[in-house]
């Protein structure tokens, strides 16, 4: 209290009317958000270990998403909408079924994310919303739903979807988060899943028709209310002691990324990825846009499209977008795992035990395919048991992660111009029509000539077999394949990584490898 006594004394004698009642308004609100927790205290142990550890507990490292063993990852899932209006509209806390059973239907989809759509009024219980469905009532299903999530093996994304300022109900989403309550909010929300890294935190949905300088820093929007920035966001989530992965969704209805790095809000601790809304409608709708733009961004921070999807229904733009997502590292949730029209909504499924739409479908197809290749060593912890004849260290130029494994070699013109690296554990399950995949690169400062890669799999005898060579390009990363025979696969002993030069060669031979992958099928 004599802390509160003396911070109002001091801003009494504070510069211009103006400014103190400026400092006023601030100090107020951050009180309330302050007084808030306090009473929501109670709700920030039911989050249970247990639940939680199941799923992956995700962070930034770099310009990528990893797990808690460095080993890069993506997320990738659905939108699970109904908990932003349900409550709302005095009719319940979701739209559909979110027990165990339907979190399962998602997860068969090649899901390790969930994205949740809040309402900032029902979480705070504040402004008229029905008690049965608003305060502590809406926090404990939340909280609930987020444990079953987890359960399930995948990450939550909790996203304010809907708010408003002053007295009004949060009956929409509005151009920006408001100042009176986003911020106690994202207080509230940060505190309750501070504990658990397998929560994530969209902090608004999608901006729109401001500044970028307001979307960082807040600003009196047009229609008089006080907008909070990104800014004030992340300063609430991280005055809470919460480390959880944090994502800011771009302008123009989250479709704009054109400017994301040059106001991107600071994060203390470095764990703040950019999102990104992509619609077959959207403005950015090409890919020479998203490689200008979302490329670009993706080069220095994570990206996650927490939504995607399209007006057409028949899957091909999504497709494409995918696609072109996976090629650059990007996450995406698309919308949305609920049962509306497929053009209006746009909708995934036709029925909450996981039949898809036509666009449903063709994310479904996409995603269980991804799922079926097993990323088998990402060298986001060094080289993972991998020994050769060569040097190994950890990689500067990572391909996918925090770092490759790098393989340095002296070549000498008297002796075969190669260099070979290999785990000699059962580094692949014996199924008949499986393909290994890797990605090499050769440094530009390695020894001149042409060189070519090749992927080996050693067999029962301990003979290696190798793959098809591919030429290496210098400077980029390379992929290189091999489908060996059913006689390979079986019970084989272990897999490489060779890296053949012309004969003569003479200088130092250095390379990278990573994201070395099983594809089932």
């Known amino acids: 209290m004599l802390w509160k006594v003396s ?19 601030i100090l107020m609100r951050y009180l309330f958000a302050l007084a808030l927790a306090a009473v929501m205290l109670p709700m920030t142990v039911t989050t249970t270990a247990q639940a939680a550890s199941t799923a992956p507990e995700v962070s930034v490292q770099g310009n990528q998403l990893v797990d808690a063993n460095g080993n890069p990852m993506r997320l990738l899932g659905v939108n699970r909408s109904g908990s932003e209006y349900a409550c709302v509209q005095g009719w319940g806390f979701f739209d559909g079924p979110v027990d165990a059973t339907s979190l399962k239907s998602i997860a068969a989809w090649g899901s390790n994310a969930v994205r949740v759509p809040l309402n900032e009024h029902c979480w705070l219980g504040i402004n008229g919303v029905p008690p049965a469905y608003g305060g502590l009532a809406y926090r404990s299903q939340i909280t609930d739903f987020v444990d079953r999530i987890n359960a399930a093996g995948m990450v939550a994304i909790l996203d304010l979807h809907w708010n408003a300022p002053e007295n009004n109900m949060a009956y929409s989403q509005q151009v920006m988060a408001d100042a009176d309550h986003a911020p106690a909010f994202w207080t509230s929300v940060a505190t309750t899943f501070a504990d658990n890294p397998s929560v994530a935190f969209d902090l608004y949905n999608e901006p729109h028709d401001i500044s970028w300088s307001c979307w960082r820093e807040g600003c009196i ?4 209310w006080e907008a909070a920035g990104m800014q004030d966001l992340v ?15 771009g302008l123009n209805w989250g479709g704009d990324l054109s400017q994301w790095m040059e106001y991107a809000p600071v994060d203390p601790l470095n764990n703040l990825a950019a999102g990104v809304h992509i619609y077959s409608f959207s403005e950015c709708n090409t890919e020479s846009c998203w490689n200008s733009t979302i490329g670009d961004v993706a080069k220095t921070y994570p990206v996650v499209s927490t939504e995607i999807g399209e007006d057409t229904c028949t899957g091909t733009f999504t497709t494409s977008y995918m696609k072109w997502a996976d090629a650059h590292g990007v996450s995406y949730t698309p919308w949305a795992w609920n049962t509306a029209d497929c053009k209006s909504g746009p ?10 739409t036509t666009y449903g479908a063709a994310v479904r197809t996409h995603m269980t395919g991804l799922a079926a290749g097993t990323m088998l060593y990402g060298f986001g912890a060094l080289r993972q048991s991998w020994v050769s004849t060569a040097g190994i260290t950890s990689g500067k130029y990572a391909h996918m992660g925090r770092r490759s494994m790098q393989v340095r070699k002296q070549i000498v013109p008297t002796k075969r111009a190669r260099a070979f690296a290999h785990n000699d554990n059962e580094a692949v399950d014996p199924s008949n029509g499986s393909t290994l995949s890797a990605w090499i690169r050769l440094a530009p400062r390695s020894v001149g000539g042409a060189w070519k890669g090749r992927l080996t799999v050693r067999d029962e005898s301990g003979r290696w077999v190798n793959g098809p060579v591919v030429q290496l390009q210098r400077g980029q990363w390379n992929q290189v394949t091999y489908s060996p025979a059913a006689s390979v696969w079986q019970d084989n002993t272990g897999i490489g990584v060779r890296v053949l030069g012309s004969k003569g060669s003479q200088g130092r031979l250095i390379f990278q490898v990573d994201s070395v992958t099983q594809r089932i099928g």
């Open 235 to 249: 300063d609430a989530v991280r005055a809470t002691g919460a480390i959880n992965l944090m994502i800011a969704s």
């Open 347 to 356: 909708s995934l499924i036709t029925n909450y035990d996981g039949t898809p």
């Open 221 to 224: 929007t047009n229609e008089g």
């Open 7 to 25: 911070t109002w004394a001091a801003l009494a004698t504070l510069g211009t009317p103006v400014l103190r009642s400026k400092l006023m308004h």
